[in-house]
């Protein structure tokens, strides 16, 4: 058993096409490192220093990871990770 | 070009009416690959801000998960700028994430008029487009 790691279309440069990739790890981070080894870049795409990129949404199965206990977040096997581009902008005058 | 129903554009301008002075957002999905939008999806601005929308990320989950079992993408991605034209921001440039998406943005700064105008934003490069509204006599 493994983590199910849905990758949006905009990050799937980074796994070769792969809509859902497999990974190990028992939190959010370590999972982000185990992904890393087999999907170098996809780290930098989703962590920006100590936290997760700030227009990234990481759900573990129907939680925002922002709500629980971020990169710290513990997963186990059997859980699903899915990760989203945040949809934001506006007009904010230059 | 996009193309799009009336009765779609008129309903994505009723909430952005709605949500003024506040930014309005939200999807039209249609079937994956057809580029065609269809079904309207509003969504709450988490943000409930005059110069700046995100979707509520639980409901964003939500929403691209039915999009998936429906075997649908998001064709439209809409919201409104209150205060400023239709035209992408250097915001709304840098979040752009979804580069197969028409990003319809609607102006609600004038109460008489209303401006609605759809853009492609791939890789910070803004391309703007036709918006051919169907189903009107």
Request: glycine share 8%; hydrophobic share 40%; charged share 30%.
């Amino acid at each position: 058993m493994a983590i199910d790691v849905r990758i949006p279309t905009i990050l799937r440069q980074y796994t070769g096409g792969a809509k859902a990739v497999e990974g190990v790890g028992d939190t959010v981070a370590a999972l982000i490192d185990d992904l890393e080894s087999r999907h170098p870049g996809l780290r930098n795409r989703l962590v920006d220093g100590e936290g997760l990129r700030r227009f990234v949404n990481v759900y573990l199965n129907d939680e925002d990871v922002r709500f629980l206990e971020g990169l710290k977040t513990p997963v186990s096997d059997g859980d699903t990770v899915t990760v989203l581009p945040a949809v934001a902008g506006g007009g904010i005058r230059r | 070009m996009l193309s799009i129903d009336s009765d779609l554009v008129e309903a994505i301008i009723a909430h952005a009416r709605r949500d003024h002075p506040d930014e309005a957002c939200g999807v039209v999905a249609g079937p994956t690959g057809s580029d065609r939008p269809l079904r309207l999806v509003p969504m709450v601005n988490a943000e409930r801000s005059p110069t700046f929308y995100r979707f509520d990320s639980i409901e964003q989950l939500a929403v691209w998960r039915e999009m998936d079992q429906r075997d649908e993408e998001p064709i439209v991605i809409y919201h409104s700028h209150t205060a400023t034209e239709a035209y992408p921001s250097r915001t709304d440039v840098a979040y752009a994430a979804e580069p197969a998406a028409h990003y319809l943005v609607v102006s609600t700064r004038e109460t008489d008029t209303v401006e609605i105008r759809s853009f492609r934003i791939v890789d910070g490069e803004v391309t703007e487009e036709e918006v051919h509204v169907t189903g009107r006599e």
